[in-house]
């Protein structure tokens, strides 16, 4: 099975600061894709944003980026600016392209601090 | 907003009933999954379908089976409930510009005493 690995349980960040949240993942698939999802405290998750592993630029969705390095398989998300909203549950995912199954990290809790 | 409704949201049960939780989507996407989350697993897939009476096994299946009648429902079923299958129960479709993401509902909390 794919392995996504979230070595962060617990993060913390200082309002209007910026934050990595740490995504690795074991793959030997050459066709596939990265997903973070937001996961507040009332349950619902929430895609953020995607990454394809063709893709040469690092994704972007207003104040998430994805920070991809192939080579290391690693994909960390970059929150920008943190907000008190940000407190929540984040989880990475890997997919392979076309197939049904996506893989879930354990997720890491961020808290911001006013 | 997928339009992804599930039901009931929360459900308390006794061991060995049946329980069934309901899926319900409002803009025709062919695939449908069902996934569990619980504490340091975060979610895996269950079942998912690909179209009407079209569906296969996910990774945590055993002791789970599911029906597709229609385009817009997606029914998991828990035969006989055991405590291990207490859990929250995400439904998802996939959709979007990029064919893999996964728009999620906002899941059954399922306690089995």
């Known amino acids: 099975a794919q392995k996504i690995t979230q070595t962060q349980p617990g993060m913390f960040v200082q309002e209007k600061e910026a934050v990595t949240l740490d995504c690795t993942y074991d793959t030997s698939d050459q066709s596939y894709g990265l997903f973070w999802y937001k996961q507040p405290s009332s349950g619902e998750m929430i895609f953020l944003i995607y990454q394809g592993s063709y893709d040469e630029q690092n994704a972007t969705e207003g104040r998430y980026s994805l920070n991809f390095q192939k080579a290391r398989k690693s994909a960390n998300l970059v929150i920008s600016a943190s907000q008190l909203g940000d407190s929540a549950m984040y989880f990475c995912?890997?997919?392979?392209?076309?197939?049904?199954?996506?893989?879930f990290g354990t997720g890491t809790r961020l808290t911001v601090i006013p | 907003d997928a339009g992804i409704t599930q039901s009931p949201r929360h459900k308390v049960t006794e061991t060995g009933t049946p329980v069934t939780l309901r899926c319900h989507q409002t803009e025709n996407h062919r695939y449908m999954y069902w996934y569990r989350q619980d504490p340091g697993h975060g979610l895996r897939l269950i079942h998912y379908?690909?179209?009407?009476?079209?569906?296969d096994k996910g990774e945590v299946s055993d002791g789970y089976s599911v029906s597709r009648s229609k385009t817009e429902d997606f029914l998991l079923t828990l035969e006989s409930a055991t405590s291990s299958q207490t859990s929250v129960y995400f439904c998802a479709i996939r959709s979007g510009l990029h064919q893999e993401t996964q728009y999620f509902g906002p899941g059954t909390r399922l306690l089995v005493l």
């Open positions: 995912a890997w997919g392979q392209t076309g197939a049904n199954n996506l893989f």
């Open positions: 379908s690909y179209g009407v009476k079209d569906t």
